[in-house]
């Protein structure tokens, strides 16, 4: 079992910058896909961005990229999402998950552990 613990969200004004953290405890990430997502009120969840277990492989939904970074650090079993040049829209739960697939998928349902989110609010 992998449990995951996201913090780092809150409240930023429009053009700021936030970072996301997710620690994993219960077994160690190094071979586990990780991703960020996010659900804002009466939407779905979607993903935001994934990384592949060596970190050698990023990917981010197309809205997002050069604004969302998503990094890892297996050593200290933590993945991380830097935010920046936040706007209103990005307000959201973010929420981490984790997959042993081998490649990076973007559906909720692959994802076999989740975090309790953490939430992120960008004023204007």
């Known amino acids: 079992q992998v449990q995951l613990v996201e913090s780092g969200g809150g409240l930023v004004q429009a053009g700021g910058s936030l970072r996301l953290s997710c620690a994993a405890s219960?077994?160690?990430?190094?071979?586990?896909?990780m991703a960020w997502f996010r659900q804002a009120p009466g939407k779905e969840r979607e993903f935001v961005a994934g990384?592949?277990?060596?970190?050698?492989?990023?990917y981010s939904t197309d809205s997002l990229k050069g604004r969302f970074t998503i990094s890892r650090d297996n050593a200290k079993n933590t993945v991380y999402l830097q935010m920046n040049s936040l706007k209103p829209e990005h307000t959201a739960v973010y929420y981490c998950a984790a997959d042993t697939s081998v490649v990076v998928v973007t559906k909720p349902y692959e994802y076999d552990y989740w975090g309790q989110g953490t939430q992120v609010t960008v004023s204007t």
């Open positions: 990384i592949s277990w060596s970190g050698a492989r990023t």
């Open positions: 219960g077994r160690t990430i190094s071979s586990y896909t």
